[in-house]
C-alpha cells in the first residue's frame, strides 16, 4: 500500500480565498482523521470519520472549515473563505482501529 | 479525556551518545503509539506498543500500562534521529490524545 496520501503538498493562497484539502486514506481503514498543526497550538484533531461517517468535529474552528468523506477512499477539508490565521500544516490520518498512520501533509500559507 | 505528558521537552546530544524519552498517562490505555516528526515535518510511526517491549534497529519502546508510562530508548544516536517525538495514546472512539512532544537535536 502508498500509505495515506495528501493532496496537494503546498499550498499557497489569498485570503478570501477557497481552499480544498484531499486525501486517500490506506485501503480498508476505517478510521480517517484530520488534524491541524502550528508552532503555537501543536499538533490538533479537527474531526474525524469511521465508515465515511463525521463522528467528532468539536475541533473544527468554526463555519469556515468543512470536511466530507463521500467514500472509503477520499476526503476533503475545505476552507471557506481562507484567513491568515489558517496557515499551518494539514494532516490526515488513516486508522484500521487505534494505530494512526499519517499522510505527508499539506503545508498550506495563506497571504 | 486522558493528559499526556512527555519529558524532556528538549535534548540536545552528541552523536553516538544514548537516551531515553518518557512518556506519562493520567489514566488506564489499551495502547500507545510512539512517532517521530523528522526535520521535513513527516511523521513516522515508531512504535505501537500496548504493554511490554517492543525493539527495531537501535530504537526500543517499553510500555508499562499499569503504571501509566512508556519509555523510548534511543541507542547510538545519529544525526537523522534529530525531529520531535510524539507519543499518542486514544482515549474514546478512535480519538488519539497527543504529548507536547520531546525535541531531539543530536550534533554530530
Known amino acids: 500500500d502508498a500509505g495515506v496520501i495528501q493532496s496537494p503538498r503546498h499550498e499557497v493562497t489569498e485570503m478570501g480565498q477557497e481552499v480544498t484539502l484531499r486525501c486517500k486514506p490506506i485501503s480498508g481503514h476505517d478510521y480517517l482523521f484530520w488534524y491541524r498543526q502550528t508552532m503555537m497550538r501543536g499538533l490538533e484533531l479537527l474531526i474525524y470519520?469511521?465508515?465515511?461517517?463525521?463522528?467528532?468535529d468539536s475541533g473544527m474552528p468554526e463555519d469556515r472549515f468543512s470536511a466530507k468523506m463521500p467514500n472509503a477512499s477520499f476526503s476533503t477539508l475545505k476552507i471557506q473563505p481562507s484567513e491568515p490565521r489558517d496557515s499551518a500544516v494539514y494532516f490526515c490520518?488513516?486508522?484500521?482501529?487505534?494505530?494512526?498512520?499519517f499522510g505527508p501533509g499539506t503545508r498550506l500559507t495563506v497571504l | 479525556g486522558i493528559q499526556v505528558e512527555q519529558s524532556p521537552p528538549d535534548l540536545i546530544l552528541q552523536e553516538g551518545a544514548n537516551s531515553t524519552l518518557r512518556c506519562n498517562f493520567s489514566?488506564?490505555?489499551?495502547?500507545l503509539q510512539w512517532f517521530h516528526q523528522n526535520p521535513w515535518g513527516q511523521l513516522i510511526n515508531l512504535f505501537y506498543i500496548p504493554s511490554g517491549t517492543k525493539q527495531n534497529g537501535r530504537l526500543s519502546a517499553t510500555t508499562v500500562a499499569t503504571e501509566r508510562y512508556s519509555l523510548l530508548y534511543i541507542s547510538s544516536s545519529q544525526t537523522t534521529d534529530s525531529g520531535v517525538y510524539f507519543c499518542?495514546?486514544?482515549?474514546?472512539?478512535?480519538?488519539?490524545?497527543f504529548g507536547d512532544g520531546t525535541t531531539l537535536t543530536v550534533k554530530p
Open positions: 470519520f469511521n465508515n465515511n461517517v463525521p463522528i467528532d
Open positions: 490520518a488513516s486508522s484500521p482501529r487505534d494505530e494512526q498512520f
Open positions: 499518542a495514546v486514544p482515549f474514546f472512539a478512535g480519538k488519539s490524545t
Open positions: 489514566d488506564s490505555v489499551n495502547n
